[in-house]
Every structure is written in structure tokens, then in C-alpha cells.
């Protein structure tokens, strides 16, 4: 099993500035993730962050808004750039094993942007 | 992307009584997983079924998957108020993506 933290739990920002999420996992994995998840709302990937090079990001989701750094097997961070109000959300580190079923997923930053 | 829908959106139920939710869709999946979340956490696996036809238990909980292996159910008896919570549905996409459903969000009442 994999248990993850994320920094900070909440943030509340003003319009066009930037907000750095950090991701710790106690283990290593193979594969972690960023998810952002609205209110009311299921999740939705941002991306995949690969170790040692660019995040592979999904459709909708662009590296200068959401710039994603995974330095080593059990670190991320995902940064959103010249935040609007909608971009207020959670945003989900999660991470699993590629041989496992099993995907984990940190307690989520629940982000406000004013 | 396969889309996964689940029904109904919204349920909100009384203590005792049992409950049955689904994860539907037109695609074919070699697996798809149950995940509960509560609210300030984060999504927490209940179970993976992989062979169509499958029912697993986990204790007031039982999960189904389709004999044609579109769709999967959940169905909870004798319902208490720690049951509250987002409940999805999702599937590995090539094996490395994690897609979910839009959720069913259950309240258990006292």
C-alpha cells in the first residue's frame, strides 16, 4: 500500500497569481497522477507525471497552466499559473504501482481562487 | 475514452434499507473498480472485478460485474449512515490511466 500527503491541504488565492501542490508518497511507485475534481463533480486526470521528464497531459490540460515536476519515484508537484475563479477546485495527487490494480490518492488541496 | 455512467446521480435512503447502484456503459472492459470517497479525502479502492459474471462480497457490500462485461453494480443491504459518500465507478485505460464515472453520491439518513 501507498499512503500520500499533499501541501497544502487548502489555499485560498487571489485571481492571476500561483500555487505550487506538493505530493509526497512513503513508498516508491512507478506512476503518479494529478486530478482535479469540482465541486459536486467526479475526477478528472490532468496528467500523468513522469519521473525525470515531461508530464504527459491530458486533453484540455496544457504544461504552461499546470506545469508538473517529478524530481524522484515518490515526489510531485503541480503548479497552477495565473489562477481565474475557475480554477477553483481539488486537485488529487494520486499514485499506484504499474503491476497493481491499486490506485491511491492523497487527501486533495481544496483550492479557492478570489 | 470509454464513457462509464452512473445512476442514479443522487441518492439519499434511510438506515436499514438496502440500495443498488450502477456503472453502465456501451464498451467492453477487461476490469473495472469501485472506489468510496468521503468528504476531505481522497478515493479509496473497494474492489476490482475482472471476469464477467464476478460478484464480490465485502461485507454489507456485494458487486457484480456484467456477464458481458459493459457494466458492474453495487448493491449495499441494510444501509448505515458510515455508507454516506462518493461512490464511482472507474477503469484502467491502457493499462495506465485510471477514468472514472460521474459518481453516485449516497446519503444514509439516521
Redesign the interface.
Known sequence: SAV?SQKPSRDICQRGTSLTIQCQVDSQVT?M?WYRQQP??????IA?ANQGSEATY?SGFVIDKFPISRPNLTFSTLTVSNMSPEDSSIY?C?A?SRAS????????TRLTVT | TQLLEQSPQFLSIQEGENLTVYCNSSSVFSSLQWYRQEPGEGPVLLVTVVTGGEVKKLKRLTFQFGDARKDSSLHITAAQTGDTGLYLCAYLQGAQKLVFGQGTRLTINP
Do not use: N, V
Not at chain 1, 40 to 45: A, E, F, M, P, V
Not at chain 1, 101 to 108: D, T
Open positions: 500520500i506512476m497522477f459536486g463533480q467526479s475526477l478528472t486526470l500523468t491530458e488529487l494520486s499506484r490494480y491499486e490506485q491511491y490518492f492523497g487527501p486533495g
